[in-house]
């Protein structure tokens, strides 16, 4: 069984930044593809990033790119989102997942695809 637990969101204003971080427990973290999603509210849970096994290779939705970045550390099972130049549309709650049983390049930006979620954690951008 896999635990994924986040870290690092909170209320910054807008311009502002932050960096998520998503420590897994359980399980080899370094076989596990990793993403990150956010559900703002009333609406559907959608991709943000996703990075491959060794981190060499990642994704990114278009409303992010250039603004965030995602990393992992294999040695410390942890996986990382940093924020920058935030807006109030970013607001939403993040969810890492671990996708368990891909292949070391795959990078995956659907949901149903991941089998472990994190408890989600608050990022609220105020303008």
């Known amino acids: 069984q896999v635990q994924l637990v986040e870290s690092g969101g909170g209320l910054v204003q807008a311009g502002g930044s932050l960096r998520l971080s998503c420590t897994a427990s359980?399980?080899?973290?370094?076989?596990?593809?990793m993403g990150w999603f956010r559900q703002p509210p009333g609406k559907e849970r959608d991709i943000v990033a996703a990075i491959n096994w060794g981190g060499g290779r990642s994704y990114y939705t278009d409303s992010v790119k250039g603004r965030f970045a995602i990393s992992r550390n294999n040695a410390k099972n942890t996986v990382y989102l940093q924020m920058n130049s935030l807006k109030p549309e970013d607001t939403a709650v993040y969810y890492c997942?671990?996708?368990?049983?891909?292949?070391?390049?795959?990078?995956?930006?659907?949901?149903?695809?991941?089998?472990?979620w994190g408890q989600g954690t608050q990022v609220t951008v105020s303008s």
């Open positions: 997942a671990a996708q368990v049983g891909g292949s070391y390049y795959d990078l995956v930006a659907t949901a149903s695809q991941y089998d472990y």
């Open positions: 359980g399980g080899t973290f370094s076989n596990y593809g």
